[in-house]
C-alpha cells in the first residue's frame, strides 16, 4: 500500500522523506519532518500522531532507537503499524508490525532507511536505499526521487500506486520543500518529479522572501 524513504544529508543538515502509496493522499498522513530533529514516515495501517510523538522523543534529547521504542512500546496497535525515522545524528531505526500488509520490508543505508508493505517483490527497499547511496546528484530532494524511481523500476507496489509526497525541512521551522500528489490515475512519482523539478529553481527565492523581504526577488507576475 505504501512505500517510503526517510534520510538525512549531512551536506546540508537536511532531512527527508519521499513516499507513494496506492491510497489517496498519502503525504497528508505518513511524512513528518522537523528541522535539526529528523524525519519519520508512519505507515501501513497509518497512524498519523507517531511522526509527532517520535520527533518530539528525539528534540527532548533521545536517540532515533530510544524514541522509536518510548512512542512504538506504548501504542496500543502497534501490530498494524510500519515505521521508519532517522534522527540528526544519521541514525535510523524502523518498526514493522506483525500485521503489517502483504510483502513488508525494511531496509537501512548510511543515513537513510527505507520501507514499504503490499510490495511487489521483497527487494524493493533495498534497491532505494542503494539507488539513494548511488545517486549522483547533490540535492536531497534529487537522491530521495531517485530513491522512489528506483524502488518503482523494482516493483513497487502490488498494485498501482496514485498519490505520492516529497519533504525536506532544515533550516527553518517551515519545510523547504513540500510537495503533493494526492491523486492521479497515471504515475505520482513522475508528476511529482516534475513538479519538484518546477520548484527547484525557485526554492531559494521562497526562502529569501521569508527572511529577507526587503530584499528578496520578485514573483514576476502581472500586476506586481
Request: proline share 4%; hydrophobic share 40%.
Amino acid at each position: 500500500m505504501t512505500f517510503s524513504i526517510a534520510a538525512k544529508c549531512h551536506q546540508t543538515e537536511q532531512y527527508g522523506i519521499a513516499i507513494s502509496s496506492s491510497s489517496i493522499c498519502v503525504a497528508s498522513r505518513c511524512p513528518w519532518a522537523r528541522s535539526g530533529v529528523g524525519a519519520v514516515s508512519t505507515q501501513n495501517i497509518t497512524l498519523p500522531s507517531l511522526g509527532p510523538a517520535i520527533l518530539d522523543q528525539m528534540e527532548q534529547g533521545k536517540d532515533v532507537k530510544a524514541a522509536m521504542l518510548e512512542v512504538m512500546s506504548n501504542e496500543v496497535n502497534a501490530d498494524y503499524r510500519q515505521v521508519i525515522a532517522v534522527d540528526n545524528q544519521g541514525s535510523t531505526s524502523g518498526f514493522n508490525g506483525s500485521k503489517s500488509l502483504g510483502i513488508n520490508n525494511i531496509s537501512r543505508g548510511k543515513n537513510c532507511i527505507a520501507a514499504g508493505n503490499l510490495l511487489s517483490a521483497g527487494n524493493v527497499t533495498t534497491v532505494m536505499i542503494d539507488e539513494f547511496l548511488d545517486s549522483g546528484k547533490t540535492l536531497l530532494a534529487d537522491r530521495l526521487l531517485d530513491a522512489m524511481d528506483g524502488g518503482l523500476k523494482a516493483g513497487g507496489e502490488a498494485g498501482p500506486i496514485h498519490s505520492a509526497g516529497l519533504l525536506v525541512v532544515g533550516g527553518n521551522s517551515w519545510p523547504l520543500v513540500d510537495l503533493r500528489v494526492d491523486w492521479t490515475d497515471h504515475n505520482p512519482l513522475a508528476e511529482l518529479r516534475e513538479l519538484w523539478d518546477r520548484y527547484a529553481p525557485q526554492m531559494a527565492d521562497y526562502i529569501s522572501r521569508a527572511n529577507n523581504p526587503s530584499s528578496a526577488p520578485g514573483y514576476g507576475v502581472p500586476g506586481e
